[in-house]
T-cell receptor
């Protein structure tokens, strides 16, 4: 079975500060991992994905995530938060590589303070 | 490039009325298609997925049904809406072969009064 846990349902950062959103997965085999962003009243947009290539994955809008097998983590970071980053972020995992078996985390709401 | 459309964008319906939400995908063939619901504060819930025309799998028992009359068309329906059907409905598609990624539509906000 696969699962993903997002630590912190709400995260607040100041504009210009580091953004760190945590995601840990449970898997006995190498997973495929995804981060999505959802702005209010919009669909989910793919930020980045890990598919067993480079462990440091760069995505859109200046975000990146690092796959750490020893920590079973795939945390999302951005060096400097912008007001436009305020949104909900979802981590997702699939073991088989098939999107049919995609499991989503419960989401983290990011607030950016001026 | 591929695009996914959903309509309507918003919908307000009385309890007991029927529902039909439509999703279409352009720029790809034989996609897997998905319906999700987001209720307030409850994350993403997978409702249905489809691997081909007329092939629908239901993930949770409920008041809703889905159909796929054409390769790139996915419809979510209900004969009689309940208050609990309110939420944000998202359609998504993915490639048939793994590794694959889900791509989401803009969503439909449904309010049942």
């Amino acid at each position: 079975a696969q699962s993903v846990t997002q630590l912190g349902s709400h995260v607040s950062v100041s504009e210009g500060a580091l953004v760190l959103l945590r995601c840990n997965y449970s898997s006995s085999v190498p997973p495929y991992l995804f981060w999505y962003v959802q702005y209010p009243n919009q669909g989910l947009q793919l930020l980045l994905k890990y598919t067993s290539a480079a462990t440091l994955v760069k995505g859109i809008n200046g975000f990146e995530a690092e796959f750490k097998k020893s920590e079973t983590s795939f945390h999302l970071t951005k060096p400097s938060a912008h007001m436009s980053d305020a949104a909900e972020y979802f981590c997702a995992v699939t073991l088989s590589g098939s999107a049919r078996q995609l499991t989503f985390g419960s989401g983290t709401q990011l607030t950016v303070l001026p | 490039s591929q695009t996914i459309h959903q309509w309507p964008a918003t919908l307000v319906q009385p309890v007991g009325s029927p529902l039909s939400l439509e999703c279409t995908v352009e720029g790809t063939s034989n996609p897997n298609l998905y319906w999700y619901r987001q209720a307030a504060g409850r994350g993403l819930q997978l409702l249905f997925y489809s691997v081909g025309i007329g092939q629908i799998s239901s993930e949770v028992p409920q008041n809703l049904s889905a159909s796929r009359p054409q390769d790139r068309q996915f419809i979510l329906s209900s004969k009689k809406l309940l208050l609990s059907d309110s939420g944000f409905y998202l359609c998504a598609w993915s490639e048939l072969a793994a590794p694959s990624t889900q791509y989401f539509g803009p969503g439909t906000r449904l309010t049942v009064l």
